[in-house]
């Protein structure tokens, strides 16, 4: 008899269906799969934001519980929500094939960022986007939004904003692309670290699991996301720490790494940035690449807006 493989993974319709992907994709390899659904401190907790509570980590513990209890042998993760250093006895196995990596707007009655009314209440939880929207619009009144995707809608529809800024991503995974207004460019609006992508973690030590999981695993997209993940490690990466970084691969196959770093109190100040290129083959390489933008934010006055972090 076959061994059966248990995904560990959240309960919104969002990660339900990156998990049933994964799902899919091995049992094209003729493994016997099904999933754990759980639900999460992230999930639970939606009157503050996630850098008051304890970060984006917050998604991914029970899941990594249940690795480590034997419940469940894999866990599936948009790879923005894994933390950049994963406890000791836990690897990142694969990074999938990147799904839109951009950011978008979505409203009901606006059909850009320009068109949106002086004053106009945008709703959005990432410290991120906020200093990025303040850049462009600072006199946008910007308000938390937390909650599944399909919540954020909501809140949306019932007026409690004239727009929302989601990951592109997550809403074409759910067939609702059709409600994006405006796509963000991944220069005018930078990505964080690993969006669009799935992470998928794996106790230490399992060697035939993680045979099988290296088969799914999409290298430019890995080395891409090394990258990003760099940069935030360097720099303390946290939910309370407003950075954008994103890679992508020129048509000469060299790395382009953009980062900009905001000030986590003052999202009106200037936003520090840095873009870097290399050709990079192996993780060593990408993530000396993320090394070096980090170095450059620094050399650029990060050590400023980091204290406040």
């Known amino acids: 008899m076959n061994q059966e493989f248990v995904i560990a993974t959240r309960e919104s319709r969002l990660a339900l269906w990156q998990a049933e992907h994964v799902q899919a994709l091995l049992q094209t390899r003729g493994l016997d799969v099904r999933l754990l659904g ?4 992230g999930d639970q907790i939606l009157d503050r934001t996630l850098s008051k509570v304890g970060g984006k980590g917050l998604f991914v513990k ?3 519980t249940a690795l480590e209890d034997g419940r469940a042998q894999l866990a599936v993760h948009s790879l923005k929500d894994v933390p950049m250093e994963l406890p000791a006895g836990f690897v990142l196995a694969a990074v999938l094939e990147r799904e839109d990596p951009r950011d978008a707007l ?3 009655n606006y059909e850009s960022l320009a068109a949106l009314p002086l004053g106009a209440c945008v709703g959005t939880s990432s410290l991120r986007r906020v200093t990025q929207l303040k850049n462009m619009r600072p006199d946008l009144r910007i308000e938390p939004v937390r909650g599944n995707l399909d919540t954020r809608l909501r809140k949306l529809d019932d007026g409690q904003y004239d727009a929302i800024v989601l990951a592109a991503a997550g809403l074409k995974r759910l067939r609702l692309d059709g409600r994006i207004r405006q796509y963000f460019g991944v220069d005018e609006m930078i990505p964080c670290t690993g969006q669009g992508a799935l992470g998928i973690e794996i106790r230490a030590g399992q060697a035939p699991l993680a045979e099988h999981l290296a088969a799914l695993a999409h290298r430019p997209t890995w080395l891409a996301a090394a990258a990003e993940r760099a940069v935030s490690r360097e720099l303390g990466g946290s ?9 992508v691969w020129e ?3 060299r790395l382009r790494l953009s980062a900009a770093l905001g000030h986590p109190t003052q999202p009106e100040r200037a936003l520090l940035r840095t873009e870097a290129t290399v050709a990079a083959t192996d993780l060593a390489q990408a993530e000396a690449l993320g090394v070096a933008a980090a170095s450059a934010l620094r050399e650029h006055g990060a050590a400023e807006y980091l204290k406040d972090a």
């Not at 939910?239 to 890679?247: R, V």
């Open 62 to 64: 029970e899941l990594e």
């Open 251 to 253: 048509a000469d196959g």
């Open 106 to 108: 979505v409203s009901p």
């Open 38 to 41: 759980m639900t999460t401190r």
């Open 239 to 247: 939910c309370s720490m407003p950075l954008a970084a994103h890679a």
